[in-house]
């Protein structure tokens, strides 16, 4: 049974790292889309990145592009996201999620992952 674990958030200052790291300890996530979203204070849940499985392409939003990626250890079955040069208005809770195995493309909406990890809070402080 799939079970996404997030880690590696927490409180740093502006200009600061993060990596996360989602595993998945019921499941295999190389056969799966996996995406990185974040919820910010009163927004909506949106993707920051997501990676293929098999040919490992990603998808990062545009407004976060050069700072932070995304990246996986089929071996460790998990999937990271490097976050640098954090900025206050990356504050959120940011959630791993999955696919079914082997679906198609690169999906950006929440509804095409059916599996979630309980989130992971990062707080930026200026």
């Known amino acids: 049974q799939v079970q996404l674990v997030e880690s590696g958030g927490g409180s740093v200052e502006a200009g600061d790292s993060l990596r996360l790291s989602c595993v998945d300890s019921g499941g295999t996530l190389s056969e799966a889309t996996i995406g990185w979203f974040r919820q910010q204070p009163g927004k909506e849940r949106e993707l920051v990145a997501a990676?293929?499985?098999?040919?490992?392409?990603?998808q990062v939003a545009d407004s976060l592009k050069g700072r932070f990626t995304i990246s996986r250890d089929n071996a460790k079955n998990a999937v990271y996201l490097q976050m640098n040069r954090l900025q206050p208005e990356d504050t959120a809770v940011y959630y791993c999620?999955?696919?079914?195995?082997?679906?198609?493309?690169?999906?950006?909406?929440?509804?095409?992952?059916?599996?979630w990890g309980q989130g992971t809070p990062v707080t930026v402080f200026s």
């Open positions: 999620a999955r696919t079914h195995p082997f679906a198609r493309g690169l999906p950006s909406r929440r509804h095409d992952y059916p599996y």
């Open positions: 990676i293929k499985w098999g040919d490992d392409s990603t």
